[in-house]
């Protein structure tokens, strides 16, 4: 029988040595891919808990206005109820009309403080 030429097969040492380097830098080079993708996703975490943590503090004062502005629309209209003429009327719309319109620019400008502080505290978490 024949012997089998790829069973004296022998890799040259520069072969080896140049495979062997390839995988070394191979492996280096996925390392560093690896570490940089955790990375990115640290950031991506810390940025998303930042903005889940604004977007709740938002909501919350979202709700509370809205209760609050629901709670001066009943009491307004309980004085309508109430009001004996129609200048009484006119009168107790006025007034709600200006206290909501300054109660909407106070809530305006908090949820514009609350975004604000988001966006910074996002920015902060950002290398």
């Known amino acids: 029988m024949a012997k ?8 040259p040492p520069e072969m080896r040595n140049l495979a062997e380097k390839s995988v070394a830098q191979a492996k280096q080079a996925f390392d560093g891919f690896l570490a940089a993708a955790q990375q ?3 950031r991506v975490e810390g940025q998303a808990a930042a903005a889940h943590a604004g977007a709740a503090d938002m909501s ?11 709670a001066a629309s009943f009491a307004f209209a309980q004085k309508l109820a109430h009001a004996r003429d129609v200048e009484e009327v006119m009168r107790l719309q006025a007034e709600f ?27 902060k978490r950002q290398p």
């Open 60 to 70: 919350r004062k979202a709700m509370a206005f809205a209760g609050q502005n629901m």
């Open 40 to 42: 990115a996703i640290s």
């Open 97 to 123: 009309l200006k206290a909501q319109m300054q109660a909407y620019a106070e809530q305006a400008k908090e949820l514009g403080a609350s975004f604000t502080q988001a966006a910074s505290d996002a920015a």
């Open 4 to 11: 089998d030429p790829m069973s004296s097969f022998e890799m």
